[in-house]
């Protein structure tokens, strides 16, 4: 997968689905829901889901699409092909 990279709020060097991961999940925690409960929302295994965030892993495809369906973005977006 073509990985595009930013830096987190430490000045750190990340790929950017990890980052753009953990944003949306931070905003999901301000809207009072849980990160354990968003990976099961999504149906996905929450060390999958913390691997993603923290750029530890890669989703495969099937992952992608729970995770940018739950989180109604696209996967363009999510990965960095979308450079508005």
Known sequence: MLSY????????????VSLRIDWLAR???????????????????VSNLYGYRSGYRTPEV???VKICSYYGVSADWLIGLDRA
């Open 62 to 64: 099937a992952n992608l």
């Open 27 to 45: 905003q999901r925690k301000r809207e009072g829901v849980k990160y354990v409960r968003q990976a099961q929302d999504m149906g996905i295994d």
């Open 5 to 16: 990279y930013g830096r987190d709020e430490h000045g750190e060097l990340k790929p950017l």
